[in-house]
């Protein structure tokens, strides 16, 4: 009997042990380029984790630098580290992160559709594989009548975005029709990368009244470039994000990619703390959005913004 008891004494002792024992994780972020929508949600992801975590993870942020060759160098170095999670920030990072592990959970932010990024055909809301999520789509819709709402003399919308960037080209594809049905000749103009950025700006800007710039990474890290062809031009850009309206557009539908990092880092817990199966989550999207302006360009271009808009921060 005073055996059992040592015995049963032993037993519960070792599981109050394994209890106290906090386990400790390794997360790997990769990040396609620097700028201001994706450096918040990285930061936005990297917060949500430490509030819940501090000292239990680890979190190797990386970032490429727009070559997405660098992207599937950091996730093999990730790999190699025997990472618990990765975390990819954009849809290239994405992309090599996938052709790389099947094994280790991914999630991805700044993403606008999974089915288009990962070549999904019945989608679902998941991805039955080792892939979740967030999506920084906003709704592509609202985004045409809004230009509609501030331009509704113009005629001709020309979509200027990166051809290298399918996510892009899937936000035009749709967007096309909306302003189709609203009356507008819409053009496409696509740049492959910041090298010809500014000469297909100014093609642009020479055949439209508008443009439209959708959550484009490229073209995020270029607003300076084609501000400087389009304020001279006298053409104002409609964007679909707060941080390529700053820099050169006059207005975006926008959602806040801190936010949506934040999601991103609450369905990392759930993923390493709480066992929640990554194939069958649900990709997740942006609590809200937010008409935002940019007071500065909206005065150079003369246009006249409604009351429900919110000023951008400067």
């Not at 996938?98 to 999974?114: C, K, Q, R």
């Not at 389009?230 to 006059?250: M, N, R, S, Y």
């Not at 975006?252 to 989550?281: K, R």
Request: proline content about 3%.
């Amino acid at each position: 009997m005073k055996k059992m008891l040592a015995i049963l004494i032993i037993a519960v002792l070792s599981l109050t042990a394994n209890a106290m024992a906090q386990d400790t994780y390794s997360v790997g972020v990769s990040q396609l380029v620097q700028h201001v929508a994706l450096d918040a949600a990285t930061q936005g992801f990297v917060d949500a984790l430490t509030e819940k975590l501090g000292d239990a993870v680890t979190i190797d942020v990386q970032n490429a630098s727009g070559d997405s060759n660098t992207c599937s160098t950091i996730v093999n170095t990730f790999i190699a580290n025997d990472v618990d999670l990765i975390m990819t920030n954009a849809t290239p990072a994405l992309q090599a992160a996938v052709a790389a592990t099947g094994d280790i959970p991914i999630l991805g932010t700044s993403v606008t559709d999974y089915a288009t990024a990962l070549d999904i055909d019945d989608w679902t809301g998941h991805t039955g594989m080792n892939v979740s999520g967030t999506s920084d789509l906003a709704p592509l819709k609202e985004q045409a009548e809004m230009l509609q709402e501030l331009f509704p003399e113009a005629k001709k919308v020309g979509l200027l975005y990166c051809s290298a960037e399918p996510n892009s080209k899937y936000q035009v594809e749709v967007i096309t029709e909306y302003l189709t049905e609203l009356g507008y000749e819409c053009t496409e103009f696509t740049f492959a990368d910041s090298n010809d950025v500014a000469s297909v700006t100014q093609n642009a800007a020479d055949n439209s009244d508008v443009l439209y710039i959708p959550t484009d990474n490229t073209a995020a890290s270029c607003t300076e470039a084609i501000r400087n062809v389009l304020e001279p031009a006298g053409v104002p850009a409609v964007v679909g994000e707060e941080g390529i309206a700053a820099g050169c557009g006059v207005a975006a539908l926008s959602i806040n990619y801190y936010d949506l990092g934040y999601t991103t880092g609450e369905m990392a817990y759930e993923i390493l703390v709480d066992g929640a199966d990554v194939s069958t989550m649900d990709v997740r999207f942006a609590p809200k959005v937010e008409k935002k302006y940019n007071a500065e360009l909206c005065e150079v271009f003369g246009v006249e913004v409604p009351e429900d808009y919110v000023a951008i921060e400067q």
